[in-house]
């Protein structure tokens, strides 16, 4: 699909202007943090480099598998969201292992041992992506738009990111949240509560702009981009037809049933088409097809400086 010129307002980059890496070779690893959007099914618990049972949220490869696979050369992805994940449990309670335990695993499991995975602070790249499962838990009962709970969830984000730094980690990105509230799940809640999660999103992405601006601030070695999901998901609802969907935020049963991680092309004739003709799997979840347009922009903004016409993303 040709990324037309209006999808660069969808990249714009967030107030960290400076591109991630400006070798695409350097990048060896790209560790994933976060919950069902990124997640491959690892459940959280054990060590997890150990084979588990693959389970997708999009009926396909995540955003994070396709930055992964479409590099220029092929980066190693190693992936610690776990499906129902927040940023922290003692803040947004989920019943799952939030950002902290997520961190934890990476740091007994992957970070003492450079000979099973020989990353370091200049060939790999850390990706953290929470928020929606800490808004969709917390919105309806927060005050007002929910700026004093997203302000204790964020400051254990940076935390938690702060012992990432402290174990070698540089280079970072942030996604901010989708405008779920678009998709079934924030439609079915009604006028009232839609225009509150609505709401509820932008503090949350909000406040992680403003607190990564400070948290990478405060260091002189390390690098950062947020990337703004919620601005490109915006934009391609708006756009739904320009990029080849059917329907800005309707849902087909018979694939909101699918969780593999790879693309079945059977395709129920009582749909609009096959999975790729929707923007939303189910109520809550991306497709593939969304997630590719997510990677694209990621390594758009990453690459800034070395993306050229030969890049998977631009073809």
């Known amino acids: 699909m040709k990324l037309t010129t209006p999808l660069g307002i969808a990249l714009i980059l967030s107030p960290l202007q400076t ?49 992964t696979d479409n590099m220029p050369r092929r980066a190693r992805l190693i992936n610690l969201a776990v499906s129902g994940a927040s940023v922290d449990n003692r803040v947004v309670y989920t019943g799952v292992p939030d950002f ?20 370091n602070k200049d060939n790999s790249i850390f990706t953290v992506s ?53 998709a079934l799940a924030g439609i079915t809640q009604g006028p009232r509560l839609q225009a509150k999660l609505a709401e509820s999103i932008v503090e949350f992405n909000n406040q992680l702009s403003a607190k990564a601006d400070a948290y990478c601030a405060s260091k002189t070695d390390i690098i950062c981009s947020v990337y703004d999901t919620h601005l490109l998901f915006s934009y391609v609802m708006d756009n739904f037809r320009d990029f080849g969907f059917a ?33 939303w799997k189910d109520g809550l979840h991306p497709t593939f097809a969304a997630d590719k347009l997510w990677a694209s922009g990621v390594f758009g903004q990453l690459f800034s400086s070395v993306v050229t016409e030969q890049t998977p993303y631009l073809a």
């Open 100 to 119: 902290r335990s997520q961190t934890f695993s990476f740091l007994n499991y992957i970070a003492p041992f450079p000979n099973e995975v020989p990353w």
């Open 19 to 67: 591109p991630l890496i400006p070798v695409v070779d350097d990048v060896k690893f790209i560790f994933a943090f976060g919950d069902s959007y990124t997640s491959d099914g690892w459940n959280g618990y054990g060590d997890p480099l150990q084979p588990h049972w693959l389970s997708c949220s999009t009926a396909g490869p995540t955003w994070a598998r396709e930055l």
């Open 130 to 182: 929470f928020g929606t499962n800490d808004v969709a838990y917390s919105f309806k009962r927060a005050a007002s738009n929910g700026t004093t709970i997203y302000s204790r969830d964020l400051d254990s984000y940076f935390a938690t990111v702060d012992r990432l730094y402290a174990a070698g980690a540089r280079r970072f990105l942030f996604n901010n949240v989708v405008p779920f509230d678009r």
């Open 247 to 279: 329907t800005p935020d309707g849902v087909c049963k018979s694939y909101a049933a699918r969780s593999g991680c790879t693309v079945d092309p059977a395709v129920d004739p009582k749909c609009l088409g096959p999975v790729s003709a929707y923007v």
